[in-house]
């Protein structure tokens, strides 16, 4: 299903409609079309839904199968004969698409023994690669012009310039590959888990080497932009968060000098900017990184739900707790939020149980007509974050924490209580290391609440021992991912107390 909304985003009703106008002729069965309409409209998140929708008497999948099918081919289709360009694009977006487009064209052409219009095609193709950095279309550009030149025209001036041109790009796209591939081969391990990789600091550093020379010779943006991306990451995987800056700073100043408008490096490098003045806690900073970013993004654009995601942080860490609840609510309402991945919508679980917990404990006044946080469930919430409930030393952290705090307002002690051999055993298995540093601190305090019979004198007192070892840590130089601590702990805690009161409540036993 998630094909087919990204299909949907991208072939809308109205370039649909637009190519209709134009004489196009769209080709699709009563099922098809019903099915398209089920996805663009946002009526079904799964192929189960859409199934009982289409065929709700058919008990074989297959019918609602082929249909499905049949919806990717059509739109597969339509995709060379829509409008891909839209008008808030910069010159390299357009670029890009009339690059690619052109390039399909010229391997239709010499499919079908056409010479000399692909060879014209591609001189026109190659200037326009250059001037933007694609390197894959100027290297297979300068191929084809180099086969054209020698072997059917004959002219060796020629064929002797792109046969040079060739073989530097396929120098520069080794590099450019190898740059990828390296920098892939890296953040593949913070996709589904968000613990601290110690190791992928020494990783980053070796890689880094490897690069920096052909980097010195090259400075086009593919062989740059993931250079940079792990000399950053020789500092973030270490949450060293004012090294991170510098690097930042110096390839954001290295992209905006190009000739174009460098979009996807500049958004990149400024949301990692974000992350380290969250950690900083420098709110006004952070915002600025934000608002710079946010003019290189549309609305609804994967990107886009990243800086809000950051920005809802950024929000809660400086106790702006009513723009977090905004931030959240302008994010899950709109139509593209439903499509994300399924790592980050868990994300926005979780906070959307935190922002639960600051509107029940008063932090937060919801709008008199919203009922967003009406029916929140913890079960409900456990049940719908699987992968990081796995990530036992990374965001499963944040859930435990929750789980405490919820039944804690709620004043379920009793429930609470029975938790506390659970709670005792994951905090001494999984957090000893010192990126879980803090969050052992933080839920050993916590487990001071039933252990000293929700008496609030008896709690604080108990627990003064690990709230000192919490202020010796503080967040900016704690070894600990920048998602894990939704809430600065230190926050936390004085709202867990404000639950309390100084009576005691006799711990259940057996």
Known sequence: MQELRELVSIITKGKLKALERQGGILRWDAKTQALYQLVAEGKVATDEEARSELFPKEKSVTPYNRTKTQLKTFLLDKLFEIELIEPHYHARQRAYFECYKQWA???????????????????????????????????????????????????????????????????????????????????TNYVNSKSTKEQIHEQAKLYWQQLKGPMQKFDTYRLQFCGRLIEAT??????????????????????????????????????QEMVCYVQLKDYERGKLAAERGMKLLQEGAFNWFKYQELLLMLSLHAGEYQEAYQLFLLAVRHKKFSSLPSSLLEYWKIFEAYLYYLIETGLIKTDNNSTYFNKFRLAKFINETPIYSKDKRGMNIPILIFQILFLLTKKRYDELTDRLDAIEKYSSRYLRRDDTYRSNCFIKMLMQIPAQSYHKVAVIRHATKFVQMLQNAPLDIANQSHDIEIIPYEDLWKMALATLDSSSRRLKHG
């Open 105 to 187: 064209s010229i391997k239709i052409m010499q499919g079908k023994n056409a010479r000399h219009v692909p060879a014209a095609l591609a001189e026109e193709v190659l200037k326009k690669a250059i001037k933007y950095e694609f390197t894959d279309v100027v290297q297979e550009m300068a191929r084809t012009l180099r086969l054209h030149y020698g072997s059917i025209e004959g002219d060796q001036k020629r064929h002797e310039y792109y046969r040079q041109l060739a073989a530097t790009y396929e120098d520069l796209y080794h590099w450019e590959n190898a740059s990828e591939e390296l920098y892939t081969h890296l953040i």
């Open 234 to 271: 020789i500092y973030s995987s270490i949450n060293d968060y004012r090294n991170t800056i510098t690097v930042c700073e110096k390839s954001i100043h290295f992209f905006e000098s190009k000739e174009y408008i460098a979009g996807i490096p500049l958004q990149a490098f400024l949301y």
